[in-house]
């Protein structure tokens, strides 16, 4: 299973052609996806019509849903963002935190264009689709 992150899904919808998006694409027709209840969120609200907003609803609810909270995900994350900040690293977005920890201790690779998920690659083993 592979997470896709809100960043290529902003970009997917939009329409914007990225080496991200181009695989997402690709991915649709041969992967089990996932998209996070957060992740979810992100998208959904980024969408000004209502027409939008349902079409893209349909879409992502027939992917697989999984919450990437709770209680053992949140104190491992805060424990990867305690451990960026000691190399030097300040994620900047916990939710971003979040979703690298989910990924990390599930074992999927995650899909995204946010640099902000590269310290967790390089750092805490978070595995890149796109590597």
Known sequence: ???????????????????ETDRL?????????AIGDL???????????DRDFNQAHEFLTALTIV???????AVRAAKNYRKLRALGVRPRKTI???????????????LYSDRDF?????????????E
């Open 1 to 19: 299973m592979i997470l896709v992150d809100s960043s290529v899904w902003i970009d997917y919808f939009r329409g914007v052609a990225s080496p």
């Open 25 to 33: 694409d690709g991915l649709l027709e041969e992967e089990l996806l």
């Open 39 to 49: 992740i979810l969120t992100e998208v959904l609200q980024s969408f000004d019509r």
């Open 67 to 73: 919450e990437l909270g709770g209680r053992e995900i």
């Open 96 to 110: 971003d935190t979040i979703i690298a920890t989910r990924c990390i201790e599930s074992g999927w690779p995650l």
């Open 118 to 130: 590269d310290p967790f690659v390089a750092r805490l083993g978070l595995q890149s689709v796109m």
